[in-house]
C-alpha cells in the first residue's frame, strides 16, 4: 500500500515513509492510494477474532509491504496488553437503541491511547530498525499529549514536545502530562486556544527544511497511522453488536467532534465495506463541523469554553481528509478549496456536494446545559456515568437517530478525567487509583507565550 496526498504533490511513498512525514511535505494530509474493499466473506471471517486479531487483520491492509508480519504482531500485543479490559474497547448496552463503546481502558483513559500506544511502540520499532532520530511535535487540547507522553516517555532515541493551551485543559488532563518526570518529555503551556497550538505545530510542520534538519514527527490526527489504528473498533463494535442480535443490517455510530479524526476513522471504515446506517457527528458549542454539515459553510466561529473541552476546537485538521474524497480524490480540487479557506477563512458548498455531505453524516451541536443533562440523566435512570465529551454523543444520537434505529455511541474518555463538569450536577465519582495519585505529584511545564520564533527557540533547547 501506498501513500499520497490530499493535495497531490507528493509522490507515492510506503507506510512508514508516511509515518515519518507525518503532515505532507505539500501541506496536505496523507490517504491510502486505494482503500481496501472488503467483501462478505472477510467480514465473517473477521466476526470471531479478538480486538488484537482483528486489529493486526485491519493493520496488515495498509502496512504489510512495509513491517512484516510477525513484527506487526508483536507490535499489536504489546500495545494492547497496556490496555485494563481483555477486550479492549468493550461494549456496553445502555438502553435497546443506545450502546456505548468504551474506548478508555488504556493507560490514560481516554480513546487516543488505542492509536497512540500503537504509534509510540511503531516510532521505537522505526528508530530502532532505520536507527533514525525521533522528535516529536505535538498539540494537545489535553488528551492526545498525556496519551502521546504515554506512550514514549522513557523510550530510547525519542524525544517529544507537546503543546496545550495553558488553563484551558481539564486538572486530571493537566496533571497526566505534566507530572511525567522523565528527560525526553517537555510540556509547553501555551497561553491560547488549542487552535493556537495546533496552528504553530502546522506551521512548523510545514516548514520542511526545518522539519527534516530536526526530524520532527508527529503524533496528532494529521499523522494516517493514528487514523488507521482507529478504524479497527468500528469493526469491533459491529462484531459485538451482531453477537448478541442487535445489528440489523447496519447500525448508527455517533461520534463526538472536534478534529475530525475520530469519525474520519468510520468514514473509511464504511467505505472499506462496514454496514453503517448513520454517522452522527456530535459538536459541543465549537460546532463548526455541526454547521458545515447542516449549512454547508465551514467558517471557524467564536471561541467557546465548553463542559467538553478536547473538542474546543475550531479548526478540524482532518476535515482537509473527508474533501479529498467528497471531490472524487481530485487533489487539484482540494488544494484549491484549502488555499481558498486561507485566504477568505471559509469554505462554502451548496447543491450537489452539500447533499453528499449530508448522506455521509448527520450533525448535532450540543449546547453545555444539554450536555450536562445528558450526564445526569443517564446517571439517574441508567446508572452509567458519562463523561462530558461521550454525552455529546449520546445526546446527538437521542436527536438523530429514528425510532428502532441501534446506535453505538463512542465513549472517547473516562468520566474521572472531567469531574470538574461532573460535578457541576452534585455527582460525585471515585477515581481510578492510578489518577489519584496524580495529585501527589510534582509538575513540570513552561509557560510560553506562543509565538513560532519562541516555540522554536524551546524545541532547539530540547532536541
Ligand atoms: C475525549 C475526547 N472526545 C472526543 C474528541 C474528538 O475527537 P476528534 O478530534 O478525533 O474528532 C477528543 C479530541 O479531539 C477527545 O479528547
Ligand atoms: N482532542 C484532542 C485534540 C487533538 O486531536 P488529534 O486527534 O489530532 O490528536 C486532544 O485531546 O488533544
Known amino acids: 500500500m501506498k501513500y499520497i496526498s490530499t493535495r497531490g504533490q507528493v509522490a507515492p511513498i510506503g507506510f512508514i515513509d508516511a509515518v515519518l512525514m507525518g503532515l505532507a511535505d505539500d ?27 482483528l486489529a493486526l487483520e485491519v493493520f496488515s491492509l495498509f502496512m504489510k509491504a512495509d513491517i512484516p508480519r510477525e513484527d506487526l504482531k508483536k507490535l499489536v500485543d504489546d500495545s494492547y496488553g497496556t490496555f485494563r479490559e481483555e477486550d479492549v474497547t468493550p461494549v456496553r448496552r445502555i438502553h435497546d437503541g443506545l450502546y456505548v463503546l468504551e474506548l478508555f481502558h488504556g493507560p490514560t483513559f481516554a480513546f487516543k491511547d488505542v492509536a497512540l500506544q500503537f504509534l509510540g511502540n511503531l516510532y521505537s520499532y522505526i528508530s530502532r530498525r ?106 469491533y463494535a459491529y462484531f459485538r453488536l451482531v453477537d448478541q442480535g442487535v445489528a440489523g443490517d447496519k447500525i448508527n455510530f455517533s461520534v463526538p467532534t472536534g478534529n475530525f479524526g475520530d469519525i ?41 469554553g465548553t463542559h467538553s473541552p478536547s ?58 446545559e444539554a450536555c450536562l443533562d445528558a450526564i445526569e440523566g443517564t446517571h439517574k435512570h441508567q446508572g452509567y456515568l458519562l463523561d462530558p465529551h461521550t454525552a455529546c454523543g449520546v445526546t446527538a444520537a437521542a436527536h438523530l437517530a429514528a425510532a428502532g434505529e441501534v446506535t453505538v455511541a463512542l465513549s472517547t474518555a473516562h468520566p474521572a478525567k472531567f469531574d470538574e463538569s461532573i460535578r457541576l450536577r452534585g455527582i460525585r465519582q471515585t477515581y481510578p487509583a492510578q489518577i489519584e495519585a496524580l495529585f501527589n505529584k510534582p509538575q513540570f511545564q513552561k509557560v510560553v507565550g506562543g509565538s513560532n520564533e519562541e516555540i522554536k527557540a524551546e524545541l532547539l533547547r530540547f532536541f
Open 27 to 53: 501541506g496536505g494530509l496523507l490517504v491510502p492510494e486505494r482503500l481496501p474493499q472488503l467483501s462478505q466473506d472477510t467480514l465473517q471471517q473477521w466476526q470471531k477474532l479478538s480486538y488484537t486479531e
Open 130 to 235: 532505520n536507527n533514525s532520530i525521533i522528535h516529536i511535535l505535538g498539540a494537545t487540547s489535553g488528551d492526545t499529549g498525556a496519551s502521546a507522553i504515554e506512550g514514549v516517555r522513557g523510550k530510547e532515541g525519542i524525544r517529544i514536545c507537546i503543546l496545550h493551551p495553558h488553563g484551558k485543559v481539564s486538572k486530571v488532563q493537566e496533571l497526566q502530562m505534566t507530572t511525567v518526570d522523565s528527560a525526553n518529555v517537555l510540556n509547553l503551556a501555551v497561553e491560547g486556544t488549542f487552535d493556537d497550538c495546533q496552528r504553530i505545530i502546522k506551521e512548523l510542520f510545514a516548514d520542511v527544511e526545518f522539519k527534516h534538519q530536526y526530524h520532527l514527527r508527529a503524533i496528532n490526527s494529521i499523522n494516517i497511522a493514528r487514523i488507521l489504528a482507529q478504524t479497527v473498533y468500528y469493526f
Open 264 to 304: 474520519f476513522a468510520g468514514y473509511l471504515a464504511q467505505k472499506m465495506g462496514l454496514p453503517v446506517n448513520k454517522l452522527i457527528l456530535a459538536t459541543n458549542e465549537n460546532n463548526i463541523l455541526a454547521r458545515f454539515v447542516n449549512e454547508g459553510v465551514y467558517q471557524p466561529g467564536e471561541f467557546r
Open 311 to 368: 473538542m474546543d476546537i475550531q479548526v478540524a485538521s482532518n476535515f482537509e481528509r473527508y474533501l479529498f474524497y467528497l471531490y472524487g480524490e481530485d487533489a487539484a480540487k482540494v488544494a484549491a478549496l484549502m488555499a481558498q479557506f486561507k485566504a477568505d477563512g471559509r469554505i462554502a458548498i451548496e447543491g450537489e456536494a452539500l447533499a453528499r455531505v449530508q448522506a455521509d453524516f448527520a450533525a448535532y451541536s450540543v449546547e453545555n
